[in-house]
């Protein structure tokens, strides 16, 4: 898959909406990324996994992803790699492998997420699984909106680079400048 279809993928399942949003954070922003939403369909969501998993050409032993966000998209990847997939969860808002869940030795390990940010959550699975005898063979993820600005001694790979830019309301924002109204993120526009 190139970066068109990427594109194409996300705007008709939804991931990708252009607006004028209001962000969890308060900031105003044009563009809403929910990758929730082509994670939902399975049969989609899996040409994107296969993609991703595809621009691995080391053996993977093991996938392994952050809850919530990353188990469906982990999930996946496993499906195309024909890997055991498994992921971390937070207890008492540590982040942490449970449930029996092991990695053993020499054991090659892909990291998946759904979206890179700051690279929080894929610093806090790396804490996780560098207490077992493994090696990290990288890092996977749908949409890198990072901004280069993240740093791992691991390759990273995303299927779309996306800059979503936030503003201050008001003054700051061209689309409160020009009067648009907000849209409320998820509700499908009718473009035609
Ligand atoms: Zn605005």
Redesign the pocket.
Known sequence: MNQKEVLEVFKETNVLQEG?FKLSSGL?SDRYLQCAQVLQHPVEAQKLAKALADKFEEEIDVVVGPALGGVTLSYAVGLALETRTIFTERKNGEMTLRRGFQLNPGEKVLIVDDVLTTGGSVQEVIDVISEFDIEIAGIATLVDRSGNGVDFPYPIKSLLEVDVKT?Q??EE?P??QKDIG?DKPGSKKETD
């Open positions: 004028h105003h503003y309301p008001e924002c689309l409160c907000i």
